[in-house]
């Protein structure tokens, strides 16, 4: 039964095996990358390995759509079924397109953010302003910590959209530095 099964699906095996070399190269190439252009930005591990799951799951997608086209899936069906399944997540994504945007907003500042963490920013916002120190970049919202301890969540789309100022760089390490410094003396 198992010796039919590899004859009968030889050519599809092979392909599929084409496939997933192709897109394993393709993913430890991308991640590769993406470490690479993450330590030398100076962007701390956590976020790293989130743009590196990221890249995973896309990859692992495509992957499923190409299987299922070696397979004998015609485009007809597969556009059925991806109309149905986007109609779908289009009406939930609404519902949730602050959270989608703030995942965006997170990957985009993955690559394009000049600010780190251990920098103390100011936000210009004229409801709500924010002079504080970065002390998380998270996918959906960064954590600042204001001078009197208080910690502030701020999404990460609002951080792209409103005009933010550098006040110190690694305003941590400086601290730390004046503390090491009143032990010596």
Do not use: C
């Not at 030889?10 to 599929?16: H, K």
């Not at 992957?63 to 299922?68: H, K, P, V």
């Not at 103390?120 to 504080?132: L, M, N, R, T």
């Not at 110190?168 to 090491?180: G, L, N, R, T």
């Amino acid at each position: 039964m198992i010796a039919n099964f590899f004859e009968t699906y030889q050519n599809e095996l092979i392909q599929t095996g084409f496939i997933i070399g192709i897109l394993l190269v393709i993913g430890i190439i991308t991640n590769v990358l993406i470490k690479k252009i993450g330590s030398k930005s100076g962007i701390n591990d956590a976020r790293i390995r989130l743009m590196r799951r990221y890249v995973t799951v896309s990859l692992f997608i495509i992957g499923i759509l190409l299987e299922s086209f070696v397979f004998g899936a015609q485009f007809e069906d597969i556009a059925v079924i991806f109309s149905s399944v986007f109609a779908i997540i289009g009406i939930a994504l609404f519902a949730i397109w602050s959270i989608l945007s703030n995942v965006t907003s997170g990957i985009i500042m993955f690559f394009n953010f000049p600010y780190k963490v251990g920098d103390k920013i100011e936000i210009h916002d004229k409801d709500f302003p924010i002079k504080a120190i970065i002390e998380d970049i998270r996918a959906f919202q960064l954590h600042l910590r204001l001078d009197n301890g208080d910690l502030v969540t701020y999404p990460n789309n609002l951080m792209l959209q409103k005009a933010v100022t550098l006040v110190e760089k690694d305003a941590i390490e400086s601290d730390h530095s004046d503390d090491d410094g009143a032990d010596a003396v």
